[in-house]
C-alpha cells in the first residue's frame, strides 16, 4: 500500500500502525466468516420447512425507514450540537450526557418512555386533558418508529458532533470574530468543516441500527406493515430453524448494507479541522441566541421527556425492592465487569484500527481497514448468537464457560464502529494540524501518540470508554444460547422481570440502568476534561 | 485486567476434566423465566435432590424455542437430558427431531384439556390464551371475536408477533381452531382493533398495563398474578363464545441422556402434588393433576369450550397460517 505522495515515501512513520490496522481489520473480517461458515457447516436434526420471504419488498421498506432514520438523526444532531456548542451554561455537559445515555440503553426501555409521553395514557394527553381537550394523535406506525430511532440515534449524534465543535481551535474563532462573520456564515465556514468529516461515520452507524433494529420496529409499527428484514432473519432461524435460509438472507442484508455505507464511508469528506480547543468567547447576536435557546428547548421536549418519564415510571414502589434483592447487585457486579473490560477492549481495537486507518493515504485502502468494523453491525444478532454458539463448540469449550469472553468480545465489536465514528474524525484533524510538526521532529509513532495525539483525544478517549461500557450493559443476545441462569446482567434482569409481570421491578432495573450510563458518560467529561484548556 | 485474569483461570478450571464426581447431575434445558429465581426451577431442585442423590442443573436458553435449537445444534453430544418448556405447538416439531425418547411415566390420571398419551412427552402445566383487560376501564368487554370485530373502533388489543412469541402463534391456532376455512375473514374483522404486534409477551403486557390498550392477548390465569400476588382484583380474563385455545406445556427425555431412570423419576416427580402446586404458584399455569386451586385462580375453562389442534397439523401449516395473518394485518 504505498503512496505516491513523495513526502510520505520519504518517512518510514506509520508501518507499525499500517500493519495492526490491517490484521485487526482482517481479524475482524475472519470471526464474521467463522461464525458464517460454523453455522452452514451443522447438519441439524429435524429442520423444518424454509419460509417464504419477500425479498424486495421487505428491503426497500427497510431501507427507506432507515434512510428517514438517518437525514432525521444527523439533521437533530447538527442542530442539537450547534445549540449545546453556542450556549454556554453550567451543566452542560450533564446535558449532553443525558442525551448520550439515550443511544445505550435498551432500546426498548426508550420506546417505552415515548409511549409514556406521547401515548393515549401519556403525559401529552394528560396535558390535553387538564384543559378538558383531548389528544388523539397515535405514537404507534412509521413515525412512531422514525422519532423512536431519532431519539437514540439524533442524541448520540449531538453528543459525538459536539466534541468536534467544542474542538474546534480558539485561533479559528477569533479570526472568524474579527472578520464580523454573520451567525450563518460562522456555521458555514467555521462549524460545517469541523463537522462534515464525521457525518459519513455517524450516518452509517445510523443507517445500520435503524435497518437492523427489531422490537422497536414491532413494537411501534402498529403491525406487520413495518418490519425488517431482520425480522425475517429471526423468524426463520428461530420459528423453522432454516439455517440455509437465514444465513442466505443475512448475507443479502450484508451485501445490500455494505453497498450503501461504502460509498459513505469512502467518499467521507477530508476537510475536519481541530485538534486542540480553548473556551474561547464570541459573543452571538441575540437572533442566534434565540434560535440556539428555542433548538435546545425543543431538544429537551423531544429527547429528554421520554428519558424522565423513565426515571419517573422507574423511581417508585419497584425501587427499595429491586435495591434490596440480591439478584440486582449480582447483575451490577456482573454488568461492571463485563462492561469495564469490553470498554478496554474497544479502546485498543478502535486505537489499533484508527491510527491504522490514518496512516494510509489511499482513500481505498482507509475504506478496506474501517469497513469490517461496521459490517459486524449489519450481522443480526440471531445469526450473531448462533455463530457464537457453534464456533464455541467447535473448539470443544464448554459454552457456559466461554460466555463472559463471548459477550465482551461480541459487545466490544458492537461499540467499535461507534469508536470509530469517535476518533476518525478527530485523528484526521489532528493530523492535518500536527503532520509536518511531528515530521520535521522525526517523532517514533510511539512518540507521536504520546505527545502529540493522547494529549489531544482525552475527550475522545473518554467517550469511548464510556460508549464501551455502556454497550456491554446491553443485552444477553449474542450468548442467548449460552445458558444464561447464571449469568445475569443488568438489562437480562429487566427482560427477566417483566416477563413475569413484575413491570414495577422492571421499571425500576431500567431507571437504575440509564442513571448508571448516564454517569458513565459524565465521569469522563469530569475526568478528562482539562488537559487541553490548560 | 484483574477481573480478566479470574475470568481465565475460570476458563481453564472449567475446562478440565470434571473431578470424579459421587452423584450423578441431571441437566435439564429449559426457558429463562422458569429458571429464574422466582420461576418454579429452584423449588423443584431443592425438592428433588431431597430424595435423588443427584444434582439437578437448570440450563436456561432465552425460550423453549431456543432450547429446543441449542438441542438440536448438539445432537447426540449434548448434555441435557431433559428439554423442560415446549408447548403443543412446538411437540410436533420436536418429536419429528428423532431427539426424544420414551418417558415411561404414568400419565393417565392427569386432568388436561384432552386426553394425553404421547409416549415421548409429559406434560406439567397448562393454560388458555385469552384477552385480559381491566375491570375499570372496560366494564363490558367482548365476549367472542365476533363481539370484537364489531366492537367500537376505540376499542384496541395489543397482539404478539407469531413468529417471535408463544402466544402470538397461540393466536393465530385459536383463530384457525375457532373459525377453520373463515380465519382469513376474522383476522380481517379483527384488524382495525390491532393496536401493534410486539415481537415479545412482555412488551404487549406492559403496554396493557401502561393503559394504551384495553386488552392483550395473554392468559387466563394472568389476572391470578395479580390478584395473589399483588393484591389487585381490577384485571380479568374476557371469557370468548368460540372457546379458548389450549397451551400444554410438556417436558421430553433425551434419547442421548445416559440417566434415563432418573430423568424419568423427575418426571414423576413434576407431577407430584407439591411440585405441582409450586409450578402453579411459580409459573401461573394450571396444575395437570387435580390439586385444589387457591382463591384468585379462576378455574379451567369447561372441557367443551377448549381448543386444540392436532400437532401434526399445526406443524404442516403453522406457516401458512401465520403468512394468513400477517397478511390480513398487513
Redesign the interface.
Known amino acids: 500500500m504505498r503512496s505516491a505522495n513523495p513526502a510520505d515515501l520519504a518517512l518510514p512513520f506509520g508501518f507499525g500502525r499500517r500493519v495492526t490496522g490491517a490484521a485487526l481489520a482482517l481479524a475482524i473480517a475472519a470471526l464474521i466468516l467463522v461464525l458464517f461458515t460454523s453455522i452452514l457447516s451443522?447438519s441439524?436434526?429435524?429442520?423444518?420447512?424454509s419460509?417464504?420471504v419477500d425479498l424486495p419488498h421487505l428491503l426497500r421498506m427497510t431501507a427507506i425507514q432507515a434512510a428517514l432514520t438517518t437525514v432525521l438523526s444527523l439533521a437533530a444532531g447538527v442542530a442539537l450540537a450547534w445549540a449545546l456548542n453556542r450556549l454556554k451554561f453550567p451543566g452542560r455537559d450533564a446535558l449532553a450526557s443525558l442525551f448520550a445515555a439515550a443511544i445505550v440503553a435498551p432500546g426498548?426501555v426508550i420506546a417505552?418512555g415515548l409511549?409514556?409521553v406521547w401515548?393515549?395514557?401519556g403525559w401529552v394527553g394528560d396535558f390535553f386533558g387538564l384543559f378538558g381537550l383531548e389528544w388523539t394523535g397515535s405514537i404507534?406506525g412509521l413515525h412512531g418508529i422514525l422519532a423512536a430511532h431519532v431519539i437514540l440515534d439524533g442524541a448520540f449524534a449531538a453528543r459525538v458532533l459536539l466534541t468536534r465543535l467544542d474542538a474546534v481551535p480558539a485561533s479559528r474563532l477569533k479570526i472568524g470574530q474579527s472578520l464580523g462573520l454573520s451567525p450563518l456564515k460562522r456555521f458555514m465556514l467555521i462549524d460545517w468543516p469541523a463537522l462534515a468529516g464525521s457525518l459519513p461515520g455517524l450516518g452509517a452507524i445510523i443507517f445500520l441500527l435503524a435497518f437492523t433494529s427489531?422490537?422497536i420496529v414491532?413494537?411501534?409499527?402498529?403491525?406487520?406493515?413495518n418490519q425488517t428484514l431482520e425480522?425475517a432473519i429471526?423468524?426463520a432461524?428461530?420459528?423453522?430453524?432454516d439455517l440455509e435460509g437465514a444465513v442466505l438472507l443475512a448475507l443479502a442484508q450484508l451485501a445490500f448494507c455494505t453497498l450503501v455505507i461504502a460509498p459513505m464511508l469512502y467518499f467521507t469528506p477530508d476537510i475536519s479541522v481541530g485538534g486542540s480547543t480553548a473556551d474561547y468567547h464570541w459573543p452571538q447576536t441575540t437572533g442566534a441566541n434565540t434560535l440556539a435557546i428555542g433548538v435546545l428547548g425543543l431538544g429537551l421536549a423531544g429527547f429528554a421527556m421520554p428519558l424522565v418519564a423513565v426515571l419517573a415510571n422507574g423511581l417508585g414502589p419497584g425501587l427499595s425492592n429491586v435495591l434490596t434483592s440480591e439478584?440486582f447487585w449480582d447483575a451490577t457486579w456482573v454488568s461492571l465487569?463485563i462492561g469495564?473490560?469490553s470498554a478496554l477492549l474497544t479502546l485498543l481495537l478502535a486505537l489499533g484500527l484508527s491510527l491504522g486507518r490514518s496512516a494510509f493515504n489511499s482513500p481505498f485502502a482507509r475504506l478496506t481497514v474501517g469497513l469490517p468494523a461496521y459490517t459486524y453491525l449489519i450481522v443480526p444478532a440471531v445469526v450473531l448468537s448462533?455463530g457464537f454458539?457453534?464456533a464455541v463448540?467447535g473448539t470443544?469449550?464448554?459454552p457456559?464457560?466461554?460466555a463472559?469472553?463471548v459477550l465482551i468480545t461480541a459487545n466490544a465489536l458492537l461499540a467499535l464502529p461507534f469508536a470509530m465514528a469517535v476518533l476518525g474524525p478527530a485523528l484526521n484533524a489532528i493530523d492535518k494540524r500536527y503532520a509536518r510538526t511531528a515530521q520535521s521532529l522525526a517523532l517514533s509513532g510511539w512518540q507521536r501518540w504520546r505527545y502529540v495525539e493522547m494529549p489531544l483525544l482525552h475527550r475522545e478517549l473518554g467517550l469511548i470508554l464510556a460508549l464501551g461500557f455502556c454497550f456491554s450493559l446491553g443485552d444477553?443476545g449474542t450468548i442467548?444460547?449460552f445458558?444464561?441462569?447464571e449469568f445475569a446482567t443488568l438489562p437480562w434482569l429487566m427482560?427477566?422481570a417483566?416477563?413475569?409481570?413484575?413491570?414495577n421491578d422492571?421499571a425500576a432495573i431500567a431507571a437504575l440502568l440509564l442513571i448508571l450510563t448516564f454517569v458513565a458518560f459524565w465521569l469522563p467529561t469530569l475526568v478528562f476534561k482539562d488537559k487541553r484548556d490548560a | 485486567m484483574f477481573?480478566?485474569a479470574f475470568?481465565a483461570s475460570?476458563?481453564v478450571l472449567?475446562?478440565l476434566p470434571a473431578a470424579a464426581q459421587e452423584q450423578p447431575t441431571l441437566t435439564i434445558y429449559t426457558y429463562?423465566?422458569f429458571?429464574?429465581?422466582?420461576?418454579p426451577?429452584p423449588g423443584l431442585k431443592a425438592g428433588f435432590e431431597e430424595t435423588c442423590g443427584c444434582t439437578v442443573n437448570?440450563?436456561?436458553?432465552?425460550?423453549s424455542?431456543?432450547a429446543l435449537?441449542?438441542v438440536?445444534?448438539?445432537?447426540d453430544t449434548t448434555?441435557a437430558d431433559i428439554v423442560l418448556g415446549l408447548d403443543t405447538a412446538v411437540v410436533g416439531?420436536a418429536r419429528?427431531?428423532?431427539?426424544f425418547a420414551e418417558h415411561g411415566v404414568d400419565t393417565s390420571r392427569l386432568s388436561l384439556p384432552q386426553d394425553w398419551s404421547a409416549p415421548d412427552f409429559v406434560p406439567f402445566d397448562y393454560g388458555y390464551f385469552a384477552f385480559v383487560y381491566n375491570t375499570e376501564t372496560l366494564p363490558e368487554p367482548p365476549t367472542s371475536f365476533e363481539a370484537l370485530a364489531g366492537d367500537d373502533e376505540d376499542l384496541t388489543i395489543v397482539i404478539q408477533?407469531?413468529?417471535?412469541a408463544t402466544p402470538g402463534l397461540g393466536l393465530v391456532l385459536w383463530l384457525k381452531a375457532a373459525y377453520g376455512d373463515d380465519t382469513n375473514e376474522a383476522w380481517a374483522d379483527i384488524?382495525p382493533h390491532?393496536?401493534?404486534?410486539?415481537?415479545?409477551?412482555?412488551?404487549a403486557?406492559?403496554?396493557f398495563?401502561?393503559?394504551?390498550?384495553d386488552m392483550v392477548l395473554s392468559y387466563t390465569t394472568?389476572p391470578a398474578?395479580?390478584i395473589i400476588?399483588e393484591d389487585d382484583d381490577r384485571y380479568a380474563a374476557a371469557p370468548f363464545t368460540e372457546g379458548h385455545y389450549a397451551q400444554i406445556e410438556v417436558a421430553g427425555i433425551l434419547k442421548s441422556s445416559p440417566h434415563q431412570e432418573l430423568a424419568q423419576d423427575f418426571l414423576s416427580y413434576m407431577l407430584t402434588p407439591e411440585a405441582q402446586e409450586n409450578i402453579m404458584m411459580t409459573n401461573?399455569m394450571y396444575p395437570v393433576t387435580d390439586i385444589t386451586l387457591p382463591k384468585g385462580f379462576a378455574p379451567p375453562v369447561p372441557a367443551d369450550e377448549a381448543l386444540l389442534l392436532d400437532a401434526d397439523e399445526v406443524?404442516a401449516n403453522?406457516?401458512a397460517w401465520?403468512?394468513e395473518m400477517?397478511g390480513a394485518?398487513?
Open positions: 451443522v441439524v436434526a429435524g429442520s423444518s420447512a419460509s417464504t426498548l417505552f409511549i409514556a401515548g393515549r395514557a404507534f427489531f422490537p414491532l413494537l411501534l409499527g402498529g403491525g406487520p406493515a425480522v429471526y423468524s432461524v428461530r420459528l423453522n430453524f439478584a465487569s469495564m473490560s448462533l454458539f457453534l463448540r470443544g469449550v464448554r457456559q464457560s466461554a463472559p469472553f444477553l442467548s444460547l445458558g444464561t441462569n427482560f427477566r417483566l416477563g413475569a409481570y413484575r413491570s422492571a | 477481573r480478566l475470568l475460570a476458563l472449567s475446562t429463562d423465566a429458571a429464574a429465581d422466582w420461576g426451577a437448570f440450563v436456561a436458553a432465552d425460550s424455542i431456543g435449537r441449542r438440536q445444534l448438539e445432537g448434555e416439531e419429528a427431531t428423532g431427539l408477533d407469531p413468529r417471535s384488524a390491532v393496536l401493534t404486534v410486539t415481537s415479545g409477551w412482555s412488551e403486557y406492559s403496554l398495563l401502561n393503559g394504551e390498550a394472568s398474578y395479580h400476588a401461573w406443524t403453522k406457516n401465520i403468512e400477517l394485518l398487513r
